[in-house]
């Protein structure tokens, strides 16, 4: 298997505000009422530095994200490789999904806003559309790739066509992910997190069996 690119490199002010904006939303800051003067602030660099390489502060909000989820798939892609069979790779998957829901890591925060759940500003909401083209989600795709391709040579899977594959398996992570954004309100009988990760297994399993 080859090894996923490195993330693509940026001035030092620059990820000195990508840090600022995680920091702040790890204090649960609220992300429509964060200013371009309270990320620079943070960061220690002048509010016009700001202007010099972003057109606006969704924009910084926006990359700041996908920066860090970045930086976590680079993570969790060497702790899956390291698995050895699929069922172990898309656990470990599933519980660094998991791990993000429960400490508010920017990847749930994506996921968050994807689904809707999350209210974000028009002008968040457009460059939020722009993220399919990033780098961050062909790090995603290509982790997803190297998974399946396991089960495939462990015979778990039937091989399809890639964009099915993919489609497929993001159709057990959104659901996984919908259990744990609404897994708060639940009471009484909730389903748990290992309850749900093996029915979602299984249920990847079985859309490759046909």
């Known amino acids: 298997?080859?090894?996923?690119?490195?993330?693509?490199?940026?001035?030092?002010?620059?990820?000195?505000?990508?840090?600022?904006?995680?920091?702040?939303?790890?204090?649960n800051a609220d992300i429509n009422?964060?200013?371009?003067?309270d990320i620079t602030n943070r960061a220690g660099i002048g509010k016009g530095t700001a202007y010099e390489y972003f057109a606006s502060k969704e924009e910084i909000i926006t990359k700041a994200l996908l920066y860090d989820t970045t930086k976590q798939f680079l993570y969790v892609s060497e702790v899956i490789r390291e698995c050895k069979t699929f069922r172990e790779k898309v656990m470990a998957g599933f519980d660094w999904i998991a791990d993000n829901f429960k400490e508010?890591?920017?990847?749930?925060?994506?996921?968050?806003?994807?689904?809707?759940?999350?209210?974000?500003?028009?002008?968040l909401q457009d460059e939020f559309a722009k993220i399919h083209t990033s780098d961050g989600c062909d790090v995603a795709l290509r982790v997803v790739d190297e998974m399946m391709q396991c089960g495939i040579e462990e015979g778990l899977l039937k091989p399809k066509n890639q964009n099915l594959m993919r489609m497929e398996f993001c159709s057990q992570v959104l659901m996984f992910a919908m259990f744990?954004?609404?897994?708060?309100?639940?009471?009484?009988?909730?389903?748990q997190v290992e309850e749900v990760k093996n029915f979602a297994y299984e249920a990847l399993v079985k859309m490759f069996q046909n």
């Open 104 to 123: 508010c890591k920017t990847f749930a925060q994506l996921v968050k806003i994807g689904m809707g759940t999350y209210d974000v500003s028009h002008a």
């Open 1 to 27: 298997m080859t090894k996923i690119k490195e993330m693509q490199e940026f001035p030092e002010k620059v990820i000195k505000m990508f840090e600022a904006v995680c920091e702040m939303l790890s204090e």
């Open 33 to 37: 009422n964060m200013k371009v003067a």
């Open 180 to 191: 744990l954004t609404d897994r708060q309100r639940q009471s009484g009988d909730a389903l």
